[in-house]
């Protein structure tokens, strides 16, 4: 069967970390497609003022479902909701965030959390979503990495390895699922401008030491991450100087590894 284009496609795409950010553009793009959306986030009020406002703006169904995914019961709220929802066709696992410190400093809770939210959920998410789409034809799965995932920075551990996980998972799972005319992307942007940066974890952190040039904005991240899902690659990554930067590290880890 021939895989849909997604931009014609008329099922639902689920997004998770959709209150803020990458999130949030995803919805906002997938919304003007005049595509259905299920929106997910801890932050209903932020879920909610979207939902209002993309309701004003475009003729689509909105869900909401608020939930934390650094739980269990957040986890199995979505993958129920996953494996209910027969006209699913896109999938994207959005919801993250950072964590900066030495490895052996880290808070244990928040080691916890970030691994159940940036491997936990999105694995569980995926395992659902698959039977659903192998039986509707077709469908789309975004996990976003990040180009950090190729820089094993100092200070970084814990993160850096939860996004090589989802640039992995994606790579291997879609070796099964192209079968099924099932499509993965491992999205990996670089620096952009959301909330990320402006939490705890970032208090310290001089933005003004990443040249200005680097930053993207959102809605380009999630228009680009939409447009490439046509191509065969698994891993993307968007803006060309993000891709020089991602193949340049990768050669510099095999000579110095
Ligand atoms: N910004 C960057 O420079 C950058 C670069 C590369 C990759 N990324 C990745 O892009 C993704 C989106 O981040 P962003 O930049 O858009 O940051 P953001 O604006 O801070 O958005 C993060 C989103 O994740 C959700 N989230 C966090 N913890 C959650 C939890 N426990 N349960 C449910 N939802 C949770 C937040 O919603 P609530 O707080 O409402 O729950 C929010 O919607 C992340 O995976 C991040 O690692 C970001």
């Known amino acids: 069967m021939k895989r849909v284009d997604i931009k014609k496609s008329k099922g639902v795409a689920l997004i998770t970390g959709a209150s803020s950010g990458i999130g949030e553009a995803f919805a906002k793009e997938l919304a003007a497609m005049n595509h259905d959306i299920t ?3 801890r932050r209903q009020d932020k879920l909610e003022q979207l939902s ?5 703006k ?3 169904n909105i869900n909401i479902i608020p939930a934390d995914l650094a739980t269990e019961t957040g986890i199995e709220k979505i993958e129920e909701y996953i494996s209910c929802t027969k006209d699913l066709d896109l999938l994207i696992n959005c919801a993250g965030f950072g964590l900066r410190g030495d490895f052996h400093n880290l808070d244990k809770e928040n080691i916890s959390q970030i691994i159940d939210v940036h491997l936990k959920a999105p694995s569980r998410f995926c395992k659902a979503a698959i039977p659903v789409m192998r039986d509707r034809g077709y469908g789309y799965i975004i996990n976003v990495s990040s180009l950090a995932a190729f820089f094993p920075f100092k200070g970084s551990a814990i993160y850096v390895a939860t996004k090589i996980y989802l640039v992995y998972l994606s790579k291997a799972i879609q070796k099964e699922v192209r079968r099924y005319n ?5 999205l990996c942007p670089g620096v952009t401008n959301t909330g990320f940066h402006y939490t705890e974890a970032f208090k310290d952190f001089d933005r003004s030491t990443v040249p200005k040039n680097l930053w993207m904005q959102p809605d380009v991240i999630a228009k680009k991450s939409i447009n490439a899902l046509k191509n065969r690659k698994v891993v993307y990554i968007p803006g060309f100087k993000n891709k020089v930067m991602g193949v340049l590290t990768q050669i510099g880890n095999l000579i110095f590894p």
């Open 39 to 41: 929106i997910v986030a």
């Open 182 to 186: 099932i499509k993965i992307q491992a």
């Open 52 to 56: 209002a406002e993309l309701k004003t």
């Open 58 to 60: 475009h003729n689509v």
